[in-house]
């Protein structure tokens, strides 16, 4: 069995800050991040599949599928974007990397099946630095 | 535990099969179908799983373990085109995958002992494109 990983990037913007929390609450539970005008990361993030080689390809997974669906599925919606205002996916949600790591899931494994009909390979896991110093790292089987 | 060692090695490769059409390899590989082959600075990373000993407190000596992989991965592919000079990616499509699965076979005849069992290979292609393998055994997915 194979884990096959490809790392990609995308810069965007944010601002931590919660409508059930009140304006003293959000500036001491997320400190600089909650500063109104927000701010900005270079995300790193790592998709992994994982499956058997198929020996007339010598493939576990084929790249340039996977290329493709990320690019659709992530860079183009969040590369260059702000996500509180413009990809909609935090319109009620904060966008810790917690949450930014289970909407990347969510939106991978709905189209997961499209891109990979087979069987094999399944999504294993992704993992997003939002700085080189926090990471954040999901299995396939936690994402709903 | 685990221990891990790291090696590198540059080589260049090409990903296509002749009995595929130029599209067909295209789709498959991307870029890396291109004929007349480009190259890589790999990086390997060697996973060993075992207890240490309790003389020497450890689980084996590195400056063997990098006697091996020097050996056994280095020699053979650094400054080589694969496909031409490392047998058996004249016949074999020199993948990460299949790379790293020949890595292991290689490595586990010298990695199968009580202490130090060769657990994981991992081949970075480039920083942005790489493979685990543990043997035949199922993934955690």
Redesign the interface.
Known sequence: ????????AFAASHRLHSAQLSEEENRRIYGKCNNPYGHGHNYAIEVSA??P?DD?????A???VL?DLVKREVLTPFDHRDLNLDTGAFCNGVPTTENLAFEIGRRLKRNWSAAFPGEWP????IRIAETERNIFEL???EIE | MIITRKVEFSASHV?R?PEFTDEEN?????PAANPNGHGHNYVVEVGLEGQPDPVTGMVLDLKELKGILNREIVAPYDHRFLNYEAAPFDR???????L??EIWRRLEPHLCGERGRLYSVRLYET????????G??????
């Open positions: 069995m194979f884990r096959v990983t490809r790392r990609y994982c499956g080689i007339a390809t010598g493939l576990a084929r790249i340039p290329d399944k999504l294993d896991k299995r396939a089987d | 990903c099969r295209r789709q498959l590989y991307g074999v499509v020199p993948t990460a995958e299949n790293a699965r920083p942005d494109l790489f493979v685990d393998y543990f035949e055994q199922p993934c955690s997915a």
